[in-house]
């Protein structure tokens, strides 16, 4: 796993739910960053996360978590 690097990026922290988390969001978990790449719906509008590290975490429709979003601009 490559450690998460912040770049001269714009960044914003949101709140994220099952319906809005996009993969690339930084979340905080146990004092660790996890940056997520990869996304799976679940039965009853959850997701499941997958992060760079080979986690997972499963949110549900009332899960509410803060992010770090890069703000990417073309």
Known sequence: MKPW???GAM??????TS??????DVIQIGGQ???VTD???LPG???RLLFESGEY????????LI????LRRW
């Open 5 to 7: 690097i912040p770049s």
């Open 11 to 16: 960044a914003s922290t949101v709140e994220i």
């Open 19 to 24: 319906a809005n988390v996009q993969c690339g």
């Open 33 to 35: 960053p996890c940056r």
């Open 39 to 41: 996304l799976r719906q």
């Open 45 to 47: 509008g959850a997701k």
């Open 57 to 64: 975490l499963t949110m549900h429709t009332r899960t509410r």
């Open 67 to 70: 992010a770090l979003r890069v």
